[in-house]
């Protein structure tokens, strides 16, 4: 019965099953089975023959690894497990289809698998065409929501620890990315923005998860008709609220409690009293405050951040953190215990009761009161009972539950708020995140309300499994028989029906002194019968249910507290009390009861019940229990489930350990049984689980078909014909009017018989291969051996040739040998005896010559001894003679001493001293004679002077003695000089002989470092010899990695800054939204629009503003604010307040160069009147240039002198102080003023030579002048007039003398000018030789004062002095960078408009005389008007822009002018802009090109998806951009102009700033046009690239799962092929070459496209498991070869497109190449160099085989792949971004065409254009 290759399944205890080989076969009666386990030990099992039960079979290894379970051909419990095993182990696929389930297992590791270009991957598809994944299921959700206009629900479910909360995540973001809202209005950020939230406070550690939520929550995210998100709305069910107050050993509180506690040392918290984790009883019972890898501070961030984007106010969110900290200090309070635990009270000193109210703002005294009492009323009175310390205990857990649960109920209600929205909801999308069936060593009634929920749901499944069968045979014809399977409903009764478990709990929690022992004994009693409920054996307190999942033994301890949740009203009235608000709002009664959540409009009408009829309610009035509650708000979730369509995923743990890829089959068989996957499996194996549409199923199996049968045209009857062959049982399959059912099993069974027919087949072509190759080889063989043969024979004969040529060589050889030897042994003796003589003579001349040297250094030693001893007897001798002529003159001296005293005391010496007072008496005396008048007077002064001399007499007497005693003074100062000059000289000979052994020293060292320092200098040689060998290379490779890395980050910077233009275009959008909205909103009658000049660019950053006029003031502002929002305005302000600015510094600039401008004119003008004045007289002109001429001529040689002066003095100051790096800085400075100074001279020259020549023209027209007047009377051309001088009238002399005078004064005038001018030039170089000279003095004085410093100090003060003086230099420079650019655009405008009047000037000059007319306007226009040649100007009305933009732009259709000059609109606007710089009318510019900007924009908003509009504007405008470079007069772009062109270059305005916007416009309408081809082409290229057969015959089909027939039967996508999307690229390059595009933004368009078409079809193949196959590598191959063939004939192999397609190419070539061994795994690592490492594990995991002859990868294989890719860099990313767009780049590409050639077409109706 069974085959030699027949696996079977055997339970396990370890492995729960375990597969094993039957090597004997079955016959019936045999009790047993011969097995062969996997590790190839014999195993006997034993067979269960009463129950005639046989091992379950294995599938066939070609069904392994698939996506959906219920494809396989086998389905049962171990064929699942193991399935998900390999996918999970060997392929790390963390999702799996059952049926309509997705199952996932939590990797407990980051994957690369939910960016968003995996979101934007899933979007738009089939579920069954992708890999499984929750964005599958979201995609799936949302398609069916907008086809069928149904509520949508996913259901996420499983144990703690599963990956629920996760896997709901990832399911909004999708939801977000996907259907994000149309008005940005942030609805999705808040909606992600809620999760932070949410897991702060009901998320928290448990033993089995670090992130549990400890709450359920139903999501409602909410949709326009557009199906674009308008908001979301959560609901939420039973908080653990006993978690508050206790937590179970290593586990955590809720994580807000421990955020709030790592974020304490805030100053903003510093008043809540917080301290850390450990010091709080609430938050350190479970022994871990921390969890690893969790900062607790920076989630709290997080949260603070959701909070503030959801709305919540900050005083709201410190209110929130009051709260919390307040709980953590309730928990902490110290209960004093009185009178044996019957009384107890609270210190009023207890610092926690403090913090508590106060944070709370409730009464000290009250609340220290309430909390150890409680009031007891009865009829007649009211009282207040002491409470015993566990009351207290208890009652103040109540008060922290319910404070904390109404907290929570409140964040949940302002987030709702948030998210709240007034547009109306169309329909919505459920994503319910509930907590899994439960079971622990101790369960209490948190676990009994959650396994109860989880009955609910798995009802709800069930039925909505069983209902989804039944529709899919009714749909296809096929007979209905009822399937059974497992009714939950008892289990349910059980608990929520009349006289329950909740029923039985709640009149028991009526009972004044109820408990739960005799709520459990009332279980007993009413229960003990059911099938679901038993009684332990040991305990009386507990009980057990059986649930659909396991059974369950729940404590009855605290069951009716947690259900009662009681709270005194004495506590709640003190907090209702509170001065906070919010505290106080808290705890007010609700009013009103729970809503009922509203449907859309497309809610389902059909309504699904159960199966039993449903369970009347108790009759008794439930008090609001929380099981009642519960109760309620489940009845309401199913209802709403039961409204929409449910999607499941059911979450499954791997292993309690929390580790990464490790499955426990134990774990995971558990909780599938508990989730109802298995049971999936079940119903769907009772069926015809596997199902095959008629095409497939003949495609696969085409050939067990006869030949005959082919021939049939009838699929359906072929495949019928072929099944009753084939299968003898008709039970076994069925015919449906789409597809072909089958029983479990058959699918293999017809696997089997196909291999068996390739097997066969294989067979006969392996023999007939092998003879022929065999034969082949033979003839190889035979006629390689003749070949040999031939060839050996004829190398021996050659051999022996050889051998008879060397003999005879030989001999020669030795005769010339011999003889060499000979005459080599005669030659050797004579060198040597020639040697030997030479080395004799030499030694003997040595010994002569080295006598001689030793007698001469003798004799020159005798030389210098006998030299030295009389030099030394000469200086003895010296030395006494000295000292003899010392003492010699000393007495001498002091002989004359006496002599002089002696004279000096005489009468003699007193008469020499008044040898001059005698002549002033003889003078005195004549006086006297001439002056008797004043006799008196100079006796009476001659008698007093005579007096005063006397007394001097006598002073100086007195100094004569006091001399002696200063002799003896300086005679003693002499002896102690001499002392000390002796000392001195021996203190020198000590220092002579140390300095003399220091030099030795020295001299010695410096021996040493020359030595040192040559062998170091040979070592440098050597290094830099090796340098240089080894520095041409490496600076080759240098060179071009430097070339590689700069073209890299000029690639980043161009991206980063057109992301920025992309950005800038959707903030335009989003502007334009938001004013359409304003406007719609706003229809007050004060209502103004802006005016229509006003241009977008005014919001834009890069926008020049020539002229102020369209720039409004504070109340325009004002009135933008008040129209478009406050929002809008505050954020383009500041960009407004600089345009503003700048518009208005822009403006006072140009009234300035205008003021400079019309003075210049008047000048000119002055100038005109004045050469006009002195050209009446031909004498006066005369005179005046020649006296101009020699004034400058003398000027020119006072300042060459003066500055050559001037120039030395400089140059000799820069020498003396050369050591100074300034003054050559500042020298240089001063030469290059100087040079400037000689270029005026030049210039000055220039001028002269000009003046010289007119004068001489003047000269000779005064001749010619003359020689008329001679003609004319009739005279000889050389007569004279003699007395012409002498007849002259009065007043023309008079005349003559004014003009001289008033030319004498002009002359005069500019000579003191020029004066002045060289004067303040000199002075302005000597105050910089000044200022060079202090700086100098400074950093000498710098200099001293660093040398007084340590070295260090010297360094830093030194580069600090460095610093300071380059960053004065950088900003002087900046300062003179600026003003002479600022000079040199100001000269280069004015040049231009003097030019144009110099030329007009020529132009009226070079008229006939008798054509010339006064200055007159109106002449000047009628002689324009004369020229009939088209200057290629185009004038139009201010009044008629409107009507040109209207007809040019806004309503201009591409086909209109199509048979035009390309990009004509763009030559159009040139000219006419031309005419605005012609005219200086630079408002006009202004406008044209804002209204021209403007209208762009609004043609692109109106054809948002017109490829060929899109790139018919894109030429335009780039044309428009070429046009203004190439006629703006720059040198750069006229390199190709022609003379014509450079003639209508613009003349007045340099619009740089307008070819920015227009270069920014070029980016954003490039941007567009990608994603517009995008759109296009994306629907195409998967159908295109992988799923077409290009090349018949090589895909096969698989069996497929039921994601796979129900997408291929409910969704009908149109096939592309490969042709259409040839046929698309054609079009897209017919229209941009037609509309004139440039050639190189025609290749980036193509590289972008083709980038795009890589990116798409390499992320669907790394998530497609069906395309990953050698069949597909081979068509993949082939359409890229066609695609590259394409871009050959198109001429773009220079567009880097083919470039692009390389990773697909290498995906292809790794699809196709050998996978087994370690020379394929290094030959696909050498080939695979632009795929990733993950995307090369991605697409070996999913490789595929087509048939059971082709091997899979093995794993082994797979970790060889990785462990050689470890050292690359590989990003982690998975996935391309094919909506990423390379930086474009707009060469510059001038226009051959002139603009006088372009004709203007009257379809365009521009008639009111005059052409200029």
Sequence with gaps: MADGYTKVWIPDPDEVWKSAEIIKDYKEGDKSLQLKLEDETLYEYRLDLQGNELPLLCNPDILVRENDLTALSYLHEPAVLHNLKVRFLESNFVYTYCGIVLVAINPYEELPIYEDDAIYAYSDQNMGDMDPHIFAVAEKAYKQMARDEKNQSIIVSGESGAGKTVSAKYAMRFFATVGGSASKTNIEAKVLASSPIMEAIGNAKTTRNDNSSRFGKYIEIGFDKRYHIIGANIRTYLLEKSRVVFQAEHERNYHIFYQLCASSSLPEFKDLGLTCAEDFFYISQGGETSINGVDDAADFEKTRHAFTLLGVKESHQMTIFRIIAAILHLGNLEIQVERGNETCSLSSEDEHLKNFCSLLGVELSQMQHWLCNRKLVTTTETYVKNMSLHQVVNARNALAKHIYAQLFNWIVQHINKALHTTVKQHSFIGVLDIYGFETFEVNSFEQFCINYANEKLQQQFNLHVFKLEQE???????????????????????????????????????????????????????????????????????????????????????????????????????????????VADLFHEEKGAVPVTSKGKGTSKISVRSARPPIKAANKEHKKTVGHQFRNSLHLLMETLNATTPHYVRCIKPNDEKLPFKFDPKRAVQQLRACGVLETIRISAAGFPSRWSYYDFLKRYRVLIRKTDLRKEDKKQICKTLLEDLIKDPDKFQFGHTKIFFRAGQVAYLEKLRADKFRAAIIIIEKTVRGWLQRVKYQRLRQATIVLQRYTRGHLARRLAEHLRRTRAAIVLQKQYRMLRILRAFQRVRKSTITIQAFARGMFARRIYHKILVEHK????????????????????????????????????????????????????????NVGMENKVVQLQRKIDEQNKEYKLLASAHSSEMEKLKKELLQYQQSQQGDGKQLVSLQEEMRHLRLELERAHGERKVVEDSHEQEKDLLRKRISELEEENALLKQEKEELNSRILCQSEDEFARNAIEENIQMKKELE?????????????????????????????????????????????????????????????????????????????????????????????????????????LEKKEQESKKSQVIETKTMTSEQEDFAYNSLKRQELESENKKLKNELNELRKAIADQATQNNSSSNVQDSYNLLLSHLKVANEELEVRKEEVLILRSQIMKAAQQKDTGKNILKEREGLPRNASWPNSDKHVDQEDVIEAYQGMSETNRLLEAQLQDQRRAHEEEIEALRNKLDATQEELHKQQEASLQSLQLSPGAQVEFGLQQEITRLTNENLDLKEIVEKLEKNEKKLKKQLKIYMKKVQDFEASQTMPPAERRPHDSNMQVAVQRKEKEFQGMLEYHNEDEPLLIRNLITELKPQAVSATVPCLPAYILCMCIRHADYINDDEKVHSLLTSTINGIKKVLKKHPGDFEMTSFWLANTCRLLHCLKQYSGDEDFATQNTPKQNEHCLKNFDLIEYRQVLNHLSIQIYQHLINIAQGILHPMIVSAMLENESIQGLSGVKSMGYRKYISKSSESVMSYGLDDLIHQLNMFHSIMCDQGLDPEIVQQVFRQIFYMINAVALNNLLLRKDVCSWSTGMQLRFNISQLEEWLHGKNLQQSGAAQTLVPLIQAAQLLQLKKKTSEDAEAICSLCTSLTTQQIVKILNLYTPVNEFEERVTVAFIRDIQKQLEKRNDSPQLLLDFKHIFPVVFPFNPSSITMDSIHLPASLNLDFLNKV
């Design 472 to 582: 899919e045979y009714m749909k296809e014809g096929i007979p209905w028989t009822l399937i059974d399977f497992y009714d939950n409903q008892p289990c349910i009764d059980l608990i929520e029906a009349k006289l329950g478990i909740l029923d039985l709990l709640d009149e028991e929690c009526k009972v004044p002194k109820g408990t739960d022992q005799n709520w459990t004994q009332k279980l007993y009693d009413r229960h003990g019968s059911s099938e679901h409920f038993e009684k332990p054996r040991m305990s009386n307190t507990s009980f057990i249910i059986l649930h659909f999942a396991d059974k369950v033994e729940y404590q009855s301890e605290g069951f009716l507290e947690k259900n009662r949740d009681t709270i005194y009203e004495e506590q709640i009235s003190i907090l209702r009390a509170s001065k906070y608000p919010m």
């Design 858 to 913: 003798a004799t020159i030693l005798q030389k210098y001894a006998r030299g030295w001893l009389a030099r030394t007897r000469f200086r003895r001798v010296r030395a006494a003679t000295i000292v003899l002529q010392c003492y010699y003159r000393r007495m001498k001296a002091r002989q004359q001493l006496k002599a002089l005293r002696i004279e000096a005391r005489s009468a003699q010496h007193l008469k020499k001293l």
């Design 1052 to 1156: 980043e910077e161009r991206s980063r800054y057109q992301n920025l233009v992309k950005e800038y275009s959707g903030l335009e959008q989003r502007y334009d939204n938001l004013r359409d909205e304003m406007t719609i909103v706003k229809q007050s009658p004060g209502h103004r629009r802006n005016p229509s000049n006003q241009s977008s660019l005014e919001s834009d950053s890069n926008n020049p503003s020539i002229s102020s006029s369209e720039i409004g003031d504070t109340e325009d502002v004002i009135q933008q604010v008040e129209e478009i929002g406050m929002e809008k305005a505050a954020m383009d302000m500041t960009l407004f307040l600089k345009l503003q600015k700048r518009v208005r510094e822009l403006e006072l600039e140009r009234k300035r160069l205008q003021t400079q």
